[in-house]
């Protein structure tokens, strides 16, 4: 069964660098599309970018220059790298995967709230 | 962006009703639609991929239609299990995009 894991920080402060890690296990990051999501206060969900079998990746265009996807095949493992944060991006964060680069996003770890506030 | 309006905002229904619910896209999508539920304190499920596509374990009672612009997801029977949000995602134009959510709620 494949199982995502998130984990990082759950309070970051404004200006700073917010890093999560997802763990992967039941399967390979070196298959599929490995991908992040975040869901506001409000219930708005946001598709933030994936890291693809190859280890190329894509971004959502609203995140700029601020967002970077890398992994660790070694360790199963991928990250999500997001800077100069502020307030607005206080959310839950989800890692998923999905089989295809089109396709819905199957299996989902259980999310992390990260509060950004001073 | 493609926007994705789903509706209605709310739906208050009784356990055994049958419901629809709709996901509008702000341009063809195709059938590049996928549902998910939601409940409370949990992630996001998988119920139907590319607008019609059962997912393997999803209770038969969920199924999708439509194509280009207008989507729907029917429950037929609901059960008390079902309540919660609804959302959907379109994956034909980058970025993915997700609907604002149908909360199912118990009348």
């Known amino acids: 069964e494949v199982q995502l894991q998130e984990s990082g920080p759950s309070l970051v402060k404004p200006s700073q660098t917010l890093s999560l890690t997802c763990s992967v296990t039941g399967d390979s990051i070196t298959s599929g599309y490995w991908n992040w999501i975040r869901k506001f206060p409000g219930n708005k969900l946001e598709y933030m970018g994936y890291i693809s079998y190859s280890g190329s990746t894509y971004y959502n265009p609203s995140l700029k220059s601020r967002i970077s996807i890398t992994r660790d095949t070694s360790k199963n493992q991928y990250y999500l790298q997001l800077n100069s944060v502020t307030t607005e991006d206080t959310a839950t964060y989800y890692c998923?995967?999905?089989?295809?680069?089109?396709?819905?996003?199957?299996?989902w770890g259980q999310g992390t709230l990260v509060t950004v506030s001073a | 962006d493609i926007v994705l309006t789903q509706s209605p905002a709310t739906l208050s229904v009784t356990p055994g009703d049958s419901v629809s619910l709709s996901c509008r896209a702000s341009?063809?999508?195709?059938?590049?639609l996928h549902w998910y539920q939601q409940k409370s304190h949990e992630s996001p499920r998988l119920l139907i991929k590319?607008?019609?596509q059962s997912i393997s374990g999803i209770p038969s009672r969920f199924s999708g239609s439509g194509s280009g612009t207008d989507f729907t997801l029917s429950i037929n029977s609901v059960e008390t299990e079902d309540f919660g949000m609804y959302f959907c995602q379109q994956s034909n134009s980058w970025p993915w995009t997700f609907g604002g959510g149908t909360k199912l709620e118990i009348k």
């Open positions: 341009q063809s999508i195709s059938n590049n």
């Open positions: 590319y607008a019609s």
């Open positions: 998923a995967r999905s089989d295809d680069y089109d396709g819905g996003f199957a299996y």
